[in-house]
């Protein structure tokens, strides 16, 4: 299928919990959800080790807060161990190499739970859908994201190419520990 | 400052004064912009402050002994310890990591990225032993400081396989590739090139690596040529040879070069595979198109520089073509931006003006296709056969031989009319386009100027066809004076005139305004330097404030090549020396047969 949500293999896996294969007959708010993800509907995506939390603005706005577990000690090494080597981005072969190693990036839908302040009584309603959409494209943008969420927080390396966009530098220790 | 060779003080509100209060060479005050935190702290945003220069080798001598008061920030502190060290020829290596984003924040030429903290100390160092040694043999010696940072950067692109060179006609691509080319003396080295420009990186290779062995291998019998291949050895050849030849990719180079990469635009074409196939430690595309808007070239060109970091072409297609193009998606334009950004050096004149002179001046050495070859030949033949005569039936039939030459070299169409498409039978007019079309899809203006009424119109007609533009007008003696004015003004005035103007020389001399173009190509060669000039300064005058590149066009092995030396005085005419020369015509009518014969005769190929 020729999504925009999930062009990778690392968010594919949320685009699929969105759209889980197990669905006889495809859930009517899906539409909605996807159209809400396109037009920057979702804002506010916090990624955090294990929660995700985001703002989602259709008949007001409405914070999702989506939890999974992370990974223990020996499960985040094992990742950090796979992804050494790779610059900032990430090819797809690392996703396959986590899923053989029986570690796959994304939690199994069993163990995420979702919450929204909608009054809707549907779950999940159309704004957590549209969280998932969201959260599969960043995740295709950025796929160490998907480690970040799983509790490998510092995988990034620092870019070892000799010019770097700004749009990677770190605003944190800019002026080194003494201050300015 | 990687591209300028200096290091600039900023930080505070009059970085002059407070670097005389700390002891440090004030330097001249500027602004500068710099990859800074905004205000929240949370982004990092390009933003100008005041600044003051000073140059890398006094600038490291100072700090070297400098003690640094408590109040100086980290990025000064280490930047002492790290010009201590290049000082004493020390290693720097513990250092660089110390440095923090503020000790190398100044926004790059490219606009978009800054160099990283060990690019800045290898220029620092760089920039010391440059002036202490001033090694003239190196083609460093030459180059400008945006020049030398982009061989310093093409070196460093091996660690990830290579990079696309991609800055704007004028600013000196092919040099920065030589610099880099001497420098690799492990394995051979090839450069692939449109068969349109082999002879001006003969020509430029000669001039700027006189020491470096050069091996064209085109031709039927080409086939010896790669085996003679030593180590430092530069091996020529096109694309057409690069499609069909396995020879190439059966052997391991040092550092592989495509010039006008564009040509493997097409990820599926033969040529596209078979640069994918070529085996080297360091991959280097150039051109001079906006390819970060062309997003499957982009793939295409990466695929050969840094193969993987795109992912396969359907990922990459779905990942960002779609997004981008399609959904108009600034999040991933933006992504894709971060992921090949450090892959391409693309700077614009107009980012780089501060460091050029206010004209460029090159000349693009064209070779002769058969068909042209074949003609100019004849037609020596036939003049010599026929003999020239004495007195003044002398000059005018040797002035007419000059004539039919100057035509075959600018289009064999002009001399027999057969109708045939134009394409591929010049090698002025195939690299003419080519640089337009460039030019154009980079919004710059250019004007092409000839002294032949029937080139300008075969010209018009053929940019007209080739170029994404259903206006070429061009502008001669023969039209009205209401008619050329109303020329001038679309071309000059109105955002939306044409982005070509062709110009014939004669009218052109006085008078006209056009500082609308930054780039001026001279088509054929008028005998009189003086009247070049005057029509290039149609672009380069007074209101012009952005530099004018001047290309002038010349088939090589041709009287255009000998004309250019005895321009540029390589090159003078026996028997002329009489002290009343009044142009390079009238000396040449004053020539024996032989001299002639022996001035005009193609020379043999390979001979720079």
Known sequence: ?180 | MVESDGFAWWGVDDPAGTAEELGLPPGDETSLTLALPDSTGRRITPRTVPATLVAAEPAVVTLSSWSPPEKVGCSLRVWARIAAAIHHGEPTDGLVGLLPTAGHAVLGLDRTTIWSASAAVDAARRAVTRARTRDSSSPQAVLRPYQRAGVAWLRAASEHGGGVLADDMGLGKTVQAIALLWECREQPNLVVCPTSLLGNWSRELARFAPDVDVLTHTGPDRSRTLETARPGTVVLTTYGVLRGDAALSDRSWQAVVLDEAQQIKNPDSLGSRAARELRAELRIAMTGTPVENRLDELWSLMAFTNPGLLGTHARFRRRFVGPVQRNNSRAAAQRLHEIVGPHILRRRKEDVAPELPSKLETSVVCAMTDEQERLYRASLNEAFEEGFGSGTSRRGRILALLTRLKQICNHPELVSAEGKPLAGRSGKLDRATEMLAELTSNGARALVFTQYRGTGELLAEHFRDELATDEVPFLHGGLGTGARQEIVTRFQDDPQGPAVLILSLRAAGFGLNLTRATHVLHYDRWWNPAVEDQASDRAHRIGQDRTVTVHTLLTERTLEEAIAEMHEGKRSLAGTATGESTGIDTDLTRLSDEQLHELLLPRHEGRP
């Open chain 1, 1 to 180: 299928m020729n999504s925009e949500f999930g062009t990778t293999a690392w968010g594919r896996d949320w685009r699929r919990l969105a759209e889980p294969t197990s669905l006889t007959r495809p859930d009517p708010a899906l539409p909605k959800a996807r159209s809400l993800a396109r037009r920057d509907h979702v804002t506010d995506v916090e990624l955090r080790p294990g929660e995700i939390t985001a703002v989602v603005h259709h008949s007001g706005s409405h914070r999702v807060r989506v939890d999974m577990p992370v990974w223990d000690r020996e499960h985040v090494e094992r990742a950090r161990e796979l992804v050494t080597g790779h610059g900032d981005d990430l090819p797809d072969t690392v996703h396959s190499a986590l899923v053989r190693a029986g570690q796959p990036p994304a939690p199994q839908p069993d163990v995420v739970t979702t919450n929204c302040d909608c009054t809707g009584r549907k779950r999940p309603c159309v704004h957590i859908l549209a969280a998932f959409f969201e959260i599969a494209r960043q995740l295709d943008h950025r796929p160490r994201l998907a480690l970040a969420l799983r509790g490998v927080e510092d995988s990034h390396s620092p870019p070892s190419t000799a010019r770097v966009p700004i749009g990677l530098l770190d605003p944190t220790d800019f002026y080194g520990e003494t201050g300015r």
